[in-house]
């Protein structure tokens, strides 16, 4: 039985892994690549723990950028999320 959208956990899946790049800057190598996040790309795969819920992510996101849409952001979110699971970056 598929999990309701609220309770979805998102996580990186096996063979995906978060390096050091530049100073500060991480990369994540999965079996395919590699990719430089940075910004909001960032801030939500840095969420995606297996701990939090999508919910909870949105949310997070909704106190970091105070004057954001609540709306848009879950949309973003949820396409961002969809994109990565496609990649098979990441699974829920």
Do not use: S
Not at 17 to 28: D, I, K, S, T, Y
Not at 32 to 43: C, N, S
Not at 54 to 66: G, H, P, R
């Amino acid at each position: 039985m598929a999990q309701p959208e609220t309770e979805r956990r998102p996580h990186l899946t096996a063979g995906c892994r978060w390096v050091p790049a530049n100073g500060p800057e991480r990369m994540l190598l999965f079996p395919e690549g590699a990719i430089r996040l940075q910004g909001t790309g960032r801030e939500i795969l840095e969420r995606c723990d297996g701990q939090r819920t999508v919910d909870q992510i949105v949310a997070d996101l909704q106190q970091l950028y105070c004057a954001g849409d609540a709306t848009r952001i879950r949309q973003e979110v949820d396409q961002f999320l969809g994109q990565l699971q496609q990649k098979r970056i990441l699974d829920f």
